[in-house]
């Protein structure tokens, strides 16, 4: 297993162990289905996460953190969106984006944590 690989499964370990962690998932690049919608290919999900809710949160989150990447690049082209977070009154959201060599989006691990914990999703 790569040194990647090994980081990425600690760090889906660590999500999974927060208190509150109602879903996370890892998704890919933007794919187009057979209808024509663009959506952002889920490689894993889990915790209680719904597929339909976990492709809502890949699709909305994933494409707000590359426009959040962006922004951040045009302010400084050598600085590059470590973790974007998102905080609301019922749940926190936290993107973890990984890039290509050539800035290229590689992949996105998403983690949604309940600030309530005992509220569902």
């Not at 890949?58 to 690049?73: G, M, Q």
């Not at 050598?78 to 609301?88: D, G, Q, T």
């Not at 309940?114 to 569902?120: D, H, I, T, Y």
Request: hydrophobic share 35%; with cysteine.
């Amino acid at each position: 297993m790569s040194k990647s690989a090994v980081d990425t499964e600690a760090t889906i370990e660590r999500i999974q162990q927060k208190e509150g962690v109602t879903g996370f998932l890892i998704c890919g690049t933007e794919t187009t289905d057979e209808d024509g919608e663009k959506h952002y290919e889920i490689h894993r999900s889990g915790a209680s996460m719904p597929k339909d809710i976990a492709q809502q949160y890949a699709d909305k989150f994933c494409k707000l953190t590359i426009l959040a990447n962006e922004i951040t690049r045009d302010l400084d082209p050598k600085n590059e969106l470590l973790v974007f977070r998102v905080k609301a009154n019922k749940q926190e959201i936290l993107v973890a984006p990984k890039y290509e060599p050539d800035g290229t989006p590689k992949f996105h691990i998403v983690a949604v944590q309940s600030l309530n914990s005992g509220s569902a999703m």
